[in-house]
Every structure is written in C-alpha cells, then in structure tokens.
C-alpha cells in the first residue's frame, strides 16, 4: 500500500465527515455546517406553538404547509446562551432519520451563511477534549480561510430521548 492510500484509508477509517457540500449557518459568532442533503429547505421566523412538558431547547412546532413539524433551537440544544431572534434568525428544516422513518425537524439558527463545496483534504477529525466532552456528533472539523467551520452530523445532535418526543409530535 502506498502512502497516499494508507492516509486515504486512516482518514476514512477515523472520521466520517465527507468531502461535499455544506450549508453553513452561525450561532453565538461561531460557524457550523450541515451535509446539504440533509437539508430540505430555510425558512424565516415564524410563529412557534409551544408543547408543554417538552426539553427546553425543543421550542414547539410550526405549520409548514400543511405539515406540523418540531421546532429546535439549537442554540439551547447546544447548551449555549438564548437570545431574543432577529431579523436574520431562521428555521432551517432537516430530514433526520427515525427510528422507522424519517422526520422534519426544524432548527432555529442565528442565520444561515452559504452553501460551500469542501474538499476531504480541508476536514479533520475532532480534537479529543478529554472524557467529559462528548464531541460524538461533530462530524469533523472544516478548515477554511479564516478559521474552522464544526461539521454536525445532526442525526446524533438530536438525542434519542428528544428524537422519542419529536416523532412522537410529529
């Protein structure tokens, strides 16, 4: 084996960030992307219906059309500090996958940045930050001029219990 397909091969072998395209979106100053497959469409702020007895982070849900669709605010999910939604606070609407079928679940984001095209050589794995961090849904680390992007994998930013809750909403 060569040396260039023993990295290809540690490199698949350790992380599962794939080389593609990435719809980037800010919260707190920082950026993060999601695979844009995942994505189905962004929505600006609107009206949330509030659900009792559910997560903090999980705001209610929305009707898009018809659907009725779990709202998450990913700030809060993330442990981070709440903020009052602007103008450029959105919804973007992802397709999880379920227990038996996919859900729509939307996510409340400080504002969405742009769609870019990353290349496999530019993503490295997550640091290890000790025992304590869970860092089990970060995808990889996008290296990008002017910093790092924090590449979700969004099916396990969403916990088994709030996925229970959410397809049950939905």
Known sequence: ???ASEKVVKSTEAGS???????????????YGIGILKIKEIIGMMPVTSVPRTPDFVKGVVNLRGKVIPVIDLRMRFGLEATDYTERTCIVVVEISGKGN???IGLVVDSVSEVLNIKAGDIVDTPAFGAQVQTGFILGMAKMEGGVKILLDIDKVISSDALVFLEEAA
């Open 1 to 3: 084996m060569t040396e």
């Open 102 to 104: 996919d859900i729509l």
């Open 17 to 31: 960030a794939e080389a593609g395209k990435y719809l980037t979106f800010t919260l707190v100053g920082e950026e």
